[in-house]
Nanobody, 113 residues
């Protein structure tokens, strides 16, 4: 059974940082493109950041320069470093494996003003 498990969410104040992690079990992610998505209450799920199997990255305009996506193939994990958080970053954050089209359960990030 393939499991993607996110961790690291929480409640922070504007300007602070959080680091999310996605741990994958039952599957080797080293050849997969991976992504972080988020879904705010009442809104559609949106792509936040993507990392290719070769380590190439891309970001949504809203997080460019503040968020950094990374992966550790040896640990079978993917991270999202979020700096300079804003209230509009409040959402449930999901990791996604584009190759097997599988989602994690999500982790809540809440940023207070």
């Amino acid at each position: 059974q393939v499991l993607l498990v996110e961790s690291g969410g929480g409640l922070v104040q504007a300007g602070e940082s959080l680091r999310l992690s996605c741990a994958v079990s039952g599957w080797i992610l080293s050849n997969d493109n991976m992504a972080w998505y988020r879904q705010a209450s009442g809104k559609q799920r949106e792509l936040v950041a993507l990392i290719t199997s070769e380590g190439g990255t891309s970001y949504a305009d809203s997080v460019e320069g503040r968020f950094t996506i990374s992966r550790d193939n040896a640990q079978n994990t993917m991270d999202l470093q979020m700096n300079g958080l804003k209230p509009e970053d409040t959402a449930v954050y999901y990791c996604y494996d584009l190759s097997i089209r599988d989602w994690g359960q999500g982790t809540q990030v809440t940023v207070s003003s």
